[in-house]
């Protein structure tokens, strides 16, 4: 099967604008303050810009297709990675609301370091803080709440 920039870049343009039309009944923060929906909205719009991109280099290009050998996916590192990632956010998802977002983040931070071969003492120092810096920023500076899990 050939998979064709054109259509990719198109998917993900398509995938931008999706996102961002999630976030137009978000609440907005008094004063002026970036509501929950600024984070969303700038990673649907890049989605979107950087689809387009790709959707015109392949144009360009006379959008020149890749074969995929879809019976050897399964021994491709950066698809098994990629697949660990989604699997990862959907535990995320599933697990957030009864774990908590500091639970929940450093366990999914620190379980996709392990895979992608970080030393366990390192991996675990980074999830910790990293998921501190990121709940300080979105809880106590932007007061985005975030679940405290029950």
């Known amino acids: 099967m050939k998979i064709s920039d054109t259509a990719v870049g198109a998917g993900f343009v398509a995938a931008g604008a999706l996102i961002i039309a999630g976030t137009l009944n978000y609440p907005s923060l ?3 303050h970036p509501g929950p929906s600024l984070f969303p909205r700038v990673l649907g719009g890049l989605m979107a810009i950087f689809g387009g991109l790709v ?3 392949g144009l360009r290009t006379g959008d020149a297709t890749q074969d995929v050998e879809w019976f050897l996916l399964h021994k ?5 990675n990629a697949v660990f990632v989604l699997v990862g956010v959907t535990a995320y998802i599933l697990l957030v609301e009864k ?3 500091l639970l929940t983040g450093a366990l999914l931070l620190f379980v996709v370091m392990g895979r992608l071969k970080v030393r366990p003492l390192k991996a675990l120092i980074v999830a910790v803080v990293f ?3 990121v709940h300080f920023l979105f809880a106590k500076i932007m007061r985005v709440p975030l679940p405290l899990g029950s």
């Open 99 to 101: 774990l908590g977002f």
């Open 131 to 133: 998921t501190a810096v």
């Open 30 to 32: 008094d004063g002026g």
């Open 76 to 80: 491709s590192t950066g698809f098994i």
């Open 55 to 57: 959707s015109l280099k």
